[in-house]
């Protein structure tokens, strides 16, 4: 067995030394004369040496000598079967457009180390940066048993389960003096820094690290560790902006149970719709010394448990938490504590809108964005200043110190409140065409702000708003608001707006007479297909003497009062034009009338249920309804040319109706 054993390490060691003589790395692997990797060939012949064979590289040493860009899709360096195990040194170096697209796991410029180490390495991914599903980090998706030491990571991290800005999943195993500038998201255990923290052995810690960017997902989300398994964490911060829909979200950790957390705090930006979500810690088991958060409106310190020691919410500026290492940290003027060991970190910028001072953490060496113009009644903003000095603040210069920066205001004698003049109008558009809504308004220094249904539209503050070529999308109700120096923001009425699709090149009915056979007097049902994008329908004759009831919309009851051939027509219209569609007819007199004789008279519909319309008549002519027995039932007398009487009530069968100069029948249902 002892022979086996000694032949399979002799094995091993003559592979990696044959892989690496045929490589074209330079060194001999060691401590002091490491193999150099100065390309993106190199770099994939250390990649394809571990994935490709047996070999770990376990106790060998690798020194990163150039900045490297990537220009493809990267496959990590290790994997759970076939793990790095050596030294890497970054040197400060960058590994530039890490990009990764994969649906696997153990993802990261590394894939999977084992008690192996990389240290002074950056790392930026493109704007796509990396998505993947279990174990994702941007130096390495699982880190089992190594030690990342003064690492950097910027960019997008994405994915499902153990997603973290350095390390997916961190198994006992050492991180010190790491930070990232990322946005990540997962779905569970997701981390600015390590998604997912476990530890079985007391000396492993995360030390030394911060993290700024956002962190989001749904449950065990934190600023710095989604779920923190009995490890310990100990002089670290997070500036990060947190939020979650699920259970367990803080701003430096989700979750921790077991372990430590010592000296460090909470500059995280927290909002759940969750539950159990803290400003420092979402759900806690451990002992906390030493930390603190800033208020959330969200949530208290911790979101549920006990801080097991000295923790609270607290604005820990212009001084050193207590018991904290003046080793470990350092802090000048008002500004927060910063890591000793790492590039200065946060600076503090105070910005001054009348009485109202607005304090941000920003990391150094870093430009803001402008703020949108502040208000202040009876005054009229005119820029941001440095301090109370004429030198106007300019947003594009990075800050390295921290600064207050101004509102310059100007009064305004006289000023006059806002009122609407003109409100914006109804309009009906077709697909693709222009519009400008318009206010008009007097006040003021009037300031403007459009919205539809009820959003606020991003960079629409002006008394128009174009919509240009539009789409459905763009249907719904707009309006704006108008606020002068003084009074009260006044709101428009709303302006709906109907963005419609062309009509098909062919309308068809849904309903018409049978064969195009018409009797004078009766009822007639016409139907037109439905269109969703038509605004208007709208029926006619060729005769002019067709009464439809009613004249507009997709069906109608269609009354033929003149004999001979004539054309229904239906025009279709909407904001891109109209459809017209006809249906000849033969309109032949009614068989359920007799005419005594050729008279003017008419009647409609009929057969009839309740209202008998009569037409053709001379005012102040007297009518009389007869049963078919003969028998009077009603007499009536007419002011005009038409009338109407209600039948309703009548038993079914024929009646008969009489004018001065015409009798005709009825038939009753």
Known sequence: MKRILFFTIVSLLISANTWAQSATWTGAGSINDPYQIGSLAQLSELKDSINNTAIDYSGKHFSLITNITLTSGWTPIGTEARPFSGIFNGTGKWILNLEINTTANNIGLFGFIKNGMVRNLNVATTTSGITANLKVGGIVGTNDGGYLDSCHVSGKIVGNTSVGGVVGENIDGTITNCYTICNVSGSLYTGGLVGRNTSEVSNKYIESCYTTGSVSGNSYIGGLIGLNDRGNIENCFTNCTVSSTGIATGGLAGSSTGGSVRNSFSLAKVTSTGSYAGGFMGMNGSTITGCYSIPNDCCNFLGSGTSNGIGDIKEIRGELGEGWSIYAWDVSGNNYPYLKLLPKQLI????????IEETISINTNTAINEPDDPFQSGYLFDGWYETYSLNKWNFSTNITSSYYIYAKWTYVPNATKAAITTNPQNADLCVGSNHTLTVSATGSYLRYQWYKNEVAIKDATSDTYSIKNATPADSGYYYVTVQALVGEIVKTEKAHISVANPLPANITFANVPQDGKIETGLEYVFEVNRYNDASLYKWSSSSGTVKFMPETGANTKAFFMQEGYDVVNITVSNACGERVLSYP?????????????????????????DILNIIGLT?????????????????????????????????SGVYYLSTSNKTMKVIKN
């Open 619 to 651: 005012a102040g002519e007297v009518i009389k309804l007869y049963n078919a027995s003969g028998s009077l039932i009603a007499t009536y007398t007419t002011e005009n040319e038409k009338m109407s009487i209600n039948i309703s009530s009548l038993a």
């Open 585 to 609: 007819v033969r309109v032949d007199p009614s068989s359920g009338s007799e005419n005594i004789e050729d008279a003017v008279p008419s009647i409609y519909p009929n057969p009839v249920s």
């Open 348 to 355: 503090t910028l105070v910005i001054v809108t009348g009485l």
